[in-house]
């Protein structure tokens, strides 16, 4: 495919940005969806680190274990 192909410059950092895009608009419709869970209690089970995403979805939990 075009992709693979080390010639074809910014293709390869076009696609990983749009798939990047993606995922952070992922993660924001998840925090933004806890946040909205009124009459619910949310909790977050963390073990070890949590980086990006986790962080935020942790935060947007009522109880974090």
């Known amino acids: ?5 080390p010639g074809i410059g910014g293709v390869r950092a076009e696609v990983a940005q749009v798939f990047g895009r993606a995922a952070i608009e ?18 977050a089970g963390l073990q070890g680190n949590a980086g990006a995403g986790g962080v ?3 935060l947007a939990a009522d109880r974090v274990i």
């Open 1 to 5: 495919s075009c992709l693979e192909k």
């Open 26 to 43: 992922a993660i924001d419709d998840v925090c933004l969806a806890l946040l909205e869970a009124t009459g619910k209690l949310v909790v």
């Open 56 to 58: 935020f979805m942790a």
